[in-house]
């Protein structure tokens, strides 16, 4: 379990280094998308076979960073059109 929050935070920091921009994000919210863009890269990396959700693979981390950064992308644009309505 604590592998697995330690790794949600590795993939939310990768994630928001790969975003250009800066993002209006603290340590939780980059934990939580971290987690969920983990959550994800690991059931596609298990749908296409090659390990399973809580496997730490390399297919799965690259689909989970992307995942995390497609989400911290999806939170700033949410976040952007609230404080501008």
Known sequence: MIGFLVAGL???????????????????????????????????????G???????NVIGFVLAVVAAVLLIGTAEALTGRDKKA
């Open 10 to 48: 590795v993939i939310g920091a990768l994630a928001r280094l790969i975003k250009p921009g800066k993002q209006n994000l603290g340590i939780l919210a980059t934990l939580g998308l971290g987690l969920v863009g983990s959550l994800i890269g690991g059931l596609i990396a298990q749908f296409f």
């Open 50 to 56: 090659t390990g399973g959700i809580f496997e730490l």
